[in-house]
């Protein structure tokens, strides 16, 4: 067994050893402690990860054992399943997938909209590019997903993009673009946040890689792309088919 580690995941301490979390090196949790993904502590020294403690229980039980072990009146399937999601735990995704009510496909129509603005900014003799997107959909289902695998970077830490998920109208992103000239600390001081996806954890480098990892993101969850869209429209219009 290796030394004992304590996470602290949305207020709730956590320990269990390295061997548990890295279970699967695919993972995020893989990616944090045997890979490059960047990690934070809090004062304490405790990893800390801005996750729902409280289902975090569920995803370190299933570390632990390879067995999705839930009480018999648990009713947080969805939340499990985001959280799950969140981490990139495959084997878990497809546990709960399995014990999931099935639910007969029908044929819609979604259409998504990408509102984008852009200015510069002069950081000395460098120029960094600012981005706003807001992302608007009929289908209040796609929106939770790419809520569910964009999220952003700063001081260390992994942000959610969106909060309120209950009353989720739409999408509101904001990122500086990395320039490659290791000027974080300014990106700090003004509040700049990058922005990366998941499952690959990379960073959003322009829009051509934006609308390209939100096409991914709708396809691999159960959407058909209709046609491609043209980045050079304001604003840029995909069109879906869900079953």
Request: glycine fraction near 6%; aromatic fraction near 12%; charge should be negative.
């Amino acid at each position: 067994m290796s030394e004992p580690i304590t996470l602290n995941v949305g207020g709730m301490l956590y320990t269990t050893s390295l061997m548990t979390l890295t279970r699967y090196p695919e993972s995020m949790l893989g990616s944090m402690f045997i890979g490059d993904l960047p990690t934070s502590k809090d004062q304490q020294g405790n990893y800390f990860i801005d996750r729902d403690g409280k289902m975090f229980r569920h995803i370190l039980n299933f570390l632990r054992t390879s067995h999705l072990d839930l009480p018999d009146d648990f009713q947080e399937l969805d939340l499990l399943n985001r959280e799950a999601d969140f981490f990139q735990i495959q084997p878990l995704l497809q546990a709960l997938q399995a014990i999931k009510t099935p639910v007969t496909k029908t044929k819609n129509n979604v259409m998504l909209n990408i509102f984008y603005d852009s200015w510069l900014h002069n950081v000395g003799s460098y120029t960094v590019k600012l981005v706003n997107v807001q992302i608007f959909s009929t289908s209040g289902a796609l929106l939770k997903l790419l809520n569910s695998k964009f999220y952003y970077i700063f001081k260390g830490d992994n942000l959610s993009v969106a909060s309120d998920l209950e009353n989720l109208k739409f999408i509101p992103l904001e990122w500086v673009e990395s320039s490659g000239t290791g000027m974080e600390r300014h990106y700090v001081m003004e509040n700049w946040k990058s922005l990366y996806a998941s499952p690959s954890h990379r960073q959003i480098q322009n829009l051509d890689m934006f609308v390209h990892q939100v096409i991914k993101i709708a396809v691999n969850g159960g959407f058909l792309l209709n046609s491609l869209p043209s980045v050079s429209s304001d604003p840029i219009i995909l069109h879906f088919t869900q079953y």
